[in-house]
């Protein structure tokens, strides 16, 4: 609930598109198009994808996850991703 919000953290400038990590973690099962359809990528940094809660959002934004899919997005990203690196405003680097 500290944690702030993708646009204070990144100029939505900079950002490919905007998406949720609520829109992942409150699917059903998660699954590497998922992923790859709520990936936020940077436009000046190639390397560079994040997944976040959006401005306005909080955990209680959308129904609430269980312990088997946040494994199930922990192992999509090792599948798509040399490096994970889970910051507290839950940025991700690939």
């Known amino acids: 609930m500290s944690a702030p919000p993708l646009p204070y ?6 950002l490919e598109s905007e998406t949720s ?6 699917a059903a099962h998660v699954d590497k198009n998922l992923v790859k ?3 936020i ?3 000046k940094n190639k390397y560079l994808t994040m ?3 959006l401005k306005g959002e909080n955990a209680f934004s959308y129904a609430p ?16 991703a040399d490096y ?3 910051i ?7």
């Not at 953290?9 to 900079?14: A, I, K, R």
């Not at 990590?21 to 409150?26: M, T």
């Not at 996850?65 to 798509?80: D, F, K, P």
């Open 9 to 14: 953290v990144c100029p939505s400038s900079d």
């Open 21 to 26: 990590l609520g829109n992942i973690l409150g």
């Open 37 to 39: 359809q709520n990936a």
């Open 41 to 43: 990528l940077h436009k």
């Open 51 to 53: 997944f976040a809660m």
């Open 65 to 80: 996850y269980t312990e088997t899919q946040a494994r199930e997005l922990i192992h999509t990203l090792r599948q798509l």
């Open 84 to 86: 994970i690196i889970p």
């Open 88 to 94: 507290r405003f839950y940025l991700l680097s690939f």
